[in-house]
C-alpha cells in the first residue's frame, strides 16, 4: 500500500481516533508548543466515554482543562514540569508530580512507565510520506516508540523540523487534521538588571564556545550581550528567538563544534514564529531526541561547552532551588542538571548560574542563608560552578564553605548583604 493511501485509511475525525484510548491508560502527550491541543480539549469533550486516564506531559501552554475541579474520575494529570495551567492543580492536590531529570524521560517511558497512548503534533507528510515532530522531538520521539497507539494532530502550521525529528506514516496510528497556529513565546523586554547580568555573562564566554541556554529571562538577555562574539555554537535543549538575531548577526556559526559542525543541535524551540520559520526546513538546525540532546556524556563532548540557567534561590553553601518556591513546585528541573553536568565533564566546559539578585520588585534576596523550607534542591552544592548577577561573579567550584559564602554575599544585592554576613559570622565563627 503506498504512504498516501495509508494515510488516507487512518485519517479520522478526533472522536473517532480517541475512542480506542481504553479505560486506566497512561497517555503521553508532547509538550510545549508541541502539545496537541486540539486533542486533549476533545478527549475533556468526550469525558464520559473514559475513567481513569492519566496524562502525562511536561510544560503546558493549552488549557489544561483535563485538570479542573470535576474531572478526576475521568482524568488524572501526572506532571513532569509544572507551568501557567498544571502549577496549581499540583499544588491543590488535583494533579501529582514526579521529579525527574529531562534525559531521563525516554528510558522511563521504556522501563518503569510503559506507555499505552502518545498523542502528537506533526506536519502534513512530505512527498516521502515522512511527518516531522516539528517543535519539539524531546521526549515525544521515545513515546511514539513505545505507545500501543499513536494519536497525531496534523497541523499545516507546524515548521517541518530536520535532524532526528522525523516519523513515517506507518509509525501512527491515526491522523486527525487540525491547523492551527503554533503559540508564540516573545522574548520579555530587558530591563537593565538582565542587561548587566547578561553583560556579567559575556565576560565567561569566549569565541568559538558552544551554548546551552536554559528558559527565561535571563538567558534571553545573555544572547542579547554576545553580539561581540565570534564563532558561538548551539548543543542546548531548547533556543530561543534570541538565537536566531545571533545567528542572523554571523555571531553562531558552529564552526569549531568538535562533532555537528556548522549545526545547531537542540531537542525543542520555544519562541516565536520567527523562531518557527526560521527552523522550517533548515538544514542548520538539527533537533534530536532528549535522551541524545541532554545526555551529560554527549554534552561532554563538546569541549568548550558553556551552560547558562537560572532559578528561585540559590543559599550560602551553593544549593540551587529552581523549581519550586517553598514547598510550591512551580516548574521542574528540565534539563538544568543534565547540562550543568555535562557541561562539567567537557574538557573546557563551565556551568553558569544566572540570577537578579532580588526577586518581587527588590523585596526578597534571591541569595539566602536558608532555602525555603521545603524547597526542592535543584543543582547541587557539588555542581554549581559560577553564580552571575547585576552585581558580578561568584565562582565557587573547587572553593571552601567559607569562600562560597563569602562569594555569594558580594553578589547578592547590597541592602541584604548586612543580613548575609551575619549568618556568615554565626556560621563559621562562632559555635552552631
Ligand atoms: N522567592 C519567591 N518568589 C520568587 C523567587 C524567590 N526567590 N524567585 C522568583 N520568584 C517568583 C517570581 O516572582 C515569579 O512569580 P510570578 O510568576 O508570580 O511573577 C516566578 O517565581 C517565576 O520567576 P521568574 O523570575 O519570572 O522566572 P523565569 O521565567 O525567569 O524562570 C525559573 C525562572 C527558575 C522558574 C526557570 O528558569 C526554571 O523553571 N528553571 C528550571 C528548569 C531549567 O533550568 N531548565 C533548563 C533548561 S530549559
Given at each position: 500500500?503506498?504512504?498516501?493511501?495509508?494515510?488516507?485509511?487512518?485519517?479520522?475525525?478526533?472522536?473517532?481516533?480517541?475512542?480506542?484510548?481504553?479505560?486506566?491508560?497512561?497517555?503521553?502527550?508532547?509538550?510545549?508548543?508541541?502539545?496537541?491541543?486540539?486533542?486533549?480539549?476533545?478527549?475533556?469533550?468526550?469525558?464520559?466515554?473514559?475513567?481513569?486516564?492519566?496524562?502525562?506531559?511536561?510544560?503546558?501552554?493549552?488549557?489544561?482543562?483535563?485538570?479542573?475541579?470535576?474531572?478526576?474520575?475521568?482524568?488524572?494529570?501526572?506532571?513532569?514540569?509544572?507551568?501557567?495551567?498544571?502549577?496549581?492543580?499540583?499544588?491543590?492536590?488535583?494533579?501529582?508530580?514526579?521529579?525527574?531529570?529531562?534525559?531521563?524521560?525516554?528510558?522511563?517511558?521504556?522501563?518503569?512507565?510503559?506507555?499505552?497512548?502518545?498523542?502528537?503534533?506533526?506536519?502534513?507528510?512530505?512527498?516521502?510520506?515522512?511527518?516531522?515532530?516539528?517543535?519539539?522531538?524531546?521526549?515525544?520521539?521515545?513515546?511514539?516508540?513505545?505507545?500501543?497507539?499513536?494519536?497525531?494532530?496534523?497541523?499545516?502550521?507546524?515548521?517541518?523540523?530536520?535532524?532526528?525529528?522525523?516519523?513515517?506514516?506507518?509509525?501512527?496510528?491515526?491522523?486527525?487534521?487540525?491547523?492551527?497556529?503554533?503559540?508564540?513565546?516573545?522574548?520579555?523586554?530587558?530591563?537593565?538588571?538582565?542587561?548587566?547580568?547578561?553583560?556579567?555573562?559575556?565576560?565567561?564566554?569566549?569565541?568559538?564556545?558552544?551554548?546551552?541556554?536554559?528558559?527565561?529571562?535571563?538567558?534571553?538577555?545573555?544572547?542579547?550581550?554576545?553580539?561581540?562574539?565570534?564563532?558561538?555554537?548551539?548543543?542546548?535543549?531548547?533556543?530561543?528567538?534570541?538565537?536566531?538575531?545571533?545567528?542572523?548577526?554571523?555571531?553562531?556559526?558552529?564552526?569549531?563544534?568538535?562533532?555537528?559542525?556548522?549545526?545547531?543541535?537542540?531537542?525543542?524551540?520555544?519562541?516565536?514564529?520567527?523562531?518557527?520559520?526560521?527552523?522550517?526546513?533548515?538544514?542548520?538546525?538539527?533537533?534530536?531526541?532528549?535522551?541524545?540532546?541532554?545526555?551529560?556524556?554527549?554534552?561532554?563532548?563538546?569541549?568548550?561547552?558553556?551552560?547558562?540557567?537560572?532559578?528561585?534561590?540559590?543559599?550560602?553553601?551553593?544549593?540551587?532551588?529552581?523549581?519550586?518556591?517553598?514547598?510550591?513546585?512551580?516548574?521542574?528541573?528540565?534539563?538544568?542538571?543534565?547540562?550543568?553536568?555535562?557541561?562539567?565533564?567537557?574538557?573546557?566546559?563551565?556551568?553558569?548560574?544566572?540570577?537578579?539578585?532580588?526577586?518581587?520588585?527588590?523585596?526578597?534576596?534571591?541569595?539566602?542563608?536558608?532555602?525555603?523550607?521545603?524547597?526542592a534542591v535543584t543543582t547541587n552544592r557539588m555542581d554549581v560552578d559560577y553564580v552571575v548577577t547585576e552585581y558580578g561573579i561568584a565562582d565557587l567550584k573547587g572553593h571552601t564553605l567559607r569562600e562560597r559564602a563569602r562569594a555569594l554575599i558580594e553578589v547578592a544585592a547590597p541592602k541584604f548583604r548586612q543580613e548575609l554576613m551575619e549568618e556568615y559570622e554565626r556560621r563559621f565563627f562562632s559555635k552552631y
Open positions: 500500500m503506498s504512504w498516501q493511501e495509508s494515510y488516507g485509511k487512518k485519517l479520522v475525525k478526533a472522536p473517532e481516533a480517541l475512542k480506542h484510548i481504553k479505560n486506566n491508560s497512561r497517555v503521553v502527550a508532547a509538550h510545549a508548543l508541541a502539545e496537541p491541543s486540539y486533542l486533549l480539549d476533545e478527549m475533556v469533550v468526550m469525558k464520559e466515554q473514559f475513567r481513569n486516564i492519566e496524562i502525562i506531559h511536561m510544560a503546558s501552554r493549552g488549557s489544561g482543562a483535563y485538570c479542573n475541579p470535576g474531572m478526576e474520575p475521568y482524568f488524572h494529570h501526572n506532571s513532569f514540569f509544572t507551568g501557567i495551567t498544571t502549577t496549581e492543580p499540583v499544588a491543590e492536590g488535583r494533579a501529582d508530580f514526579t521529579p525527574v531529570y529531562f534525559s531521563e524521560i525516554p528510558k522511563l517511558f521504556r522501563t518503569k512507565l510503559p506507555v499505552d497512548v502518545a498523542l502528537v503534533m506533526v506536519t502534513p507528510p512530505d512527498e516521502n510520506g515522512k511527518v516531522s515532530l516539528g517543535v519539539s522531538v524531546d521526549y515525544s520521539m521515545a513515546a511514539v516508540e513505545c505507545a500501543d497507539l499513536v494519536i497525531a494532530q496534523v497541523n499545516a502550521q507546524m515548521p517541518y523540523t530536520l535532524g532526528n525529528s522525523r516519523l513515517s506514516v506507518d509509525q501512527i496510528d491515526y491522523f486527525v487534521e487540525h491547523s492551527a497556529p503554533i503559540i508564540e513565546v516573545p522574548v520579555r523586554p530587558l530591563d537593565e538588571i538582565s542587561k548587566q547580568i547578561g553583560k556579567n555573562c559575556a565576560e565567561l564566554i569566549s569565541d568559538g564556545d558552544t551554548l546551552q541556554l536554559g528558559i527565561g529571562t535571563i538567558p534571553d538577555a545573555v544572547l542579547a550581550s554576545l553580539k561581540h562574539k565570534k564563532d558561538l555554537g548551539i548543543h542546548s535543549e531548547m533556543i530561543s528567538d534570541g538565537v536566531v538575531d545571533l545567528y542572523e548577526a554571523g555571531v553562531i556559526t558552529g564552526k569549531r563544534k568538535p562533532d555537528h559542525k556548522d549545526k545547531m543541535v537542540v531537542s525543542f524551540l520555544m519562541g516565536s514564529k520567527k523562531l518557527y520559520d526560521f527552523a522550517n526546513q533548515n538544514e542548520e538546525v538539527e533537533l534530536y531526541p532528549v535522551d541524545y540532546t541532554n545526555n551529560p556524556v554527549v554534552i561532554a563532548m563538546q569541549d568548550h561547552m558553556v551552560s547558562i540557567n537560572t532559578c528561585v534561590q540559590i543559599d550560602l553553601m551553593g544549593q540551587v532551588a529552581a523549581e519550586t518556591i517553598g514547598l510550591k513546585q512551580i516548574s521542574g528541573v528540565g534539563g538544568q542538571v543534565d547540562f550543568v553536568r555535562g557541561a562539567a565533564m567537557a574538557e573546557h566546559g563551565k556551568a553558569i548560574m544566572a540570577l537578579p539578585s532580588t526577586a518581587k520588585g527588590g523585596k526578597i534576596s534571591k541569595i539566602v542563608s536558608f532555602l525555603d523550607q521545603g524547597a
